[in-house]
């Protein structure tokens, strides 16, 4: 079955640190992982979109990293923001015929001033 | 631009009770797609379309049905609510599959079943 699991469950950090979130899922065949930001109340917002042959993207202080041979992925936020405070969710999506998407339970991070 | 949108926002149902969750979406896409989200779990598909006319069944699709008579829009229906069927209700859409697109959501539908 696939799965995607994130770590950790809950982070606390102060304004203008950076931080390191992790994703490890068991999908396959492996098509792209997505990061999300969903703020409290709102939807999720697409961070970036990674395919097997990047290990790398970036959007302004977001950068995710990808490594398909561990079947890891990281989130690191550069110069944290009051606004960073959200759940960051990662989303691992198959090769099969409609292409299914796996979503971790995500990642609560709060922004401490 | 709007996106995508929801409505209701908020709904309070009595068991045994029935409704209809409206998404449209203004993009043009051809696909869309309804997922819950449940405290501690990750998003669920309920259902999913991959074009006008067309619907299909997700991970969850139970006590729930589709329509997708226009291209722009997405109803969700629960013929005959239930408790576990309170969650916050989520609507997609993506320009073409899953696969490679980016999936845009709405703001939610947060629905309680007494």
């Known amino acids: 079955k696939n799965q995607v699991e994130q770590s950790p469950q809950s982070l606390i950090i102060l304004e203008g640190k950076n931080c390191t979130l992790q994703?490890?899922?068991?999908?396959?065949?492996?098509?792209?992982l997505r990061w999300y930001k969903q703020d409290t109340g709102r939807g999720p917002v697409s961070l970036t979109i990674m395919t097997f042959s990047e290990n790398t993207k970036s959007n302004g202080r977001y950068t995710a990293t990808l490594d398909a041979d561990t079947k890891q992925s990281s989130l690191h936020i550069t110069a944290s923001q009051l606004s960073d405070s959200a759940s960051y969710i990662c989303?691992?999506?198959?090769?099969?015929?409609?292409?299914?998407?796996?979503f971790g339970k995500g990642t609560m991070l709060l922004v401490s001033p | 631009n709007a996106g995508v949108t929801q409505t209701p926002k908020f709904r309070v149902l009595k068991t045994g009770q029935s409704m209809t969750l409206l998404c449209a979406q203004d993009m043009n896409h051809e696909y869309m797609y309804w997922y819950r989200q449940d405290p501690g779990m990750g998003l669920r598909l309920i259902h999913y379309s991959v074009g006008e006319g067309t619907t299909a069944k997700g991970e969850v699709p139970d006590g729930y049905n589709v329509s997708r008579l226009k291209k722009q829009n997405f109803l969700l229906g629960l013929e005959s609510a239930a408790p576990s069927q309170t969650s916050v209700y989520f609507c997609a859409s993506s320009l073409r599959g899953a696969r490679n697109q980016p999936q845009h959501f709405g703001d939610g539908t947060r629905l309680s079943i007494l």
């Open positions: 994703c490890n899922y068991t999908v396959s065949p492996f098509s792209n």
């Open positions: 989303v691992v999506t198959d090769y099969s015929g409609y292409s299914t998407l796996t």
